[in-house]
């Protein structure tokens, strides 16, 4: 099984261009986020979705925007990225709200923002 | 808003020796997951708590739980160079998860 699937998995930008980072699960999950993991801090919450449908912010949305595309993908979206954009990204899904299936996350797309 | 504090965040232990990391939350949750991240790789799911009291071992680590303390633990006993990696508490509050800031631990031969 994939599990979760992100695409790229490296990727290097000029200030001010734009991107989409790209996430598929095939595990019939209700639920998927965005997190970005920088040195020192953990993971911090992006964006998440907790059904098709339905987009909420979390900790740190401020410079991006998301897309619930139908129940497998989510996608996330740069419009103008700055260098303090300059992260690991990672894509997680679950079942959903009442279950306590933890996370499955993917590899991460390491982004670089000159 | 909802805190996560992971202590130490960087230990150094020799093999063959127990060590505890902890992890305290800032508000009521009775849910909390333990993560395991090896460098430059995903995370992936250690134990997941679902109780007050809640205690699982899976081979030389054991994770328990207080929700009236808020705090959570993860032992390690007698510890191999393959534990080394960074370890993350995370707690769940609705559907939103929110994590500690991790534990990176060496384990020196």
């Known amino acids: 099984n994939a599990g979760v699937t992100q695409t790229p998995k490296f990727q290097v930008l000029k200030t001010g261009q734009s991107m989409t980072l790209q996430c598929a699960q095939d595990?019939?999950?209700?639920?998927m986020y965005w997190y970005r993991q920088d040195p020192g801090m953990g993971l911090r919450l992006i964006y998440y979705?907790?059904?098709?449908?339905?987009?909420d912010k979390g900790e740190v949305p401020n410079g991006y925007n998301v897309s619930r595309l139908n129940k497998r993908e989510f996608s996330l979206r740069l419009e103008s990225a700055a260098p303090s954009q300059t992260s690991v990204y990672f894509c997680?899904?679950?079942?959903?709200?009442?279950?306590?299936?933890?996370?499955?996350f993917g590899d991460g797309t390491r982004l670089s923002i000159l | 808003e909802l805190k996560v504090e992971q202590n130490p965040l960087f230990l150094s232990m020799q093999e063959g020796k127990n060590y505890t990391i902890y992890c305290n939350y800032s508000?009521?949750?009775?849910?909390l997951y333990w993560y395991r991240q090896d460098p430059g790789k995903s995370l992936e799911s250690l134990f997941v708590?679902?109780?007050?009291?809640a205690v699982k071992q899976e081979g030389r680590l054991m994770a328990s739980l207080d929700t009236k303390a808020r705090l959570s633990t993860l032992h390690i006993t007698a510890a191999v160079h393959d534990l080394s990696a960074t370890y993350f508490c995370?707690?769940?509050?609705?559907?939103?998860?929110?994590f500690g800031t991790g534990t990176s631990l060496t384990v020196i031969p």
């Open positions: 995370a707690v769940i509050t609705g559907n939103q998860f929110y």
């Open positions: 595990m019939n999950h209700n639920s």
């Open positions: 708590l679902l109780s007050n009291g």
């Open positions: 508000t009521t949750s009775d849910r």
């Open positions: 997680a899904s679950r079942p959903g709200r009442g279950y306590y299936q933890p996370q499955h």
């Open positions: 979705s907790a059904s098709e449908g339905t987009t």
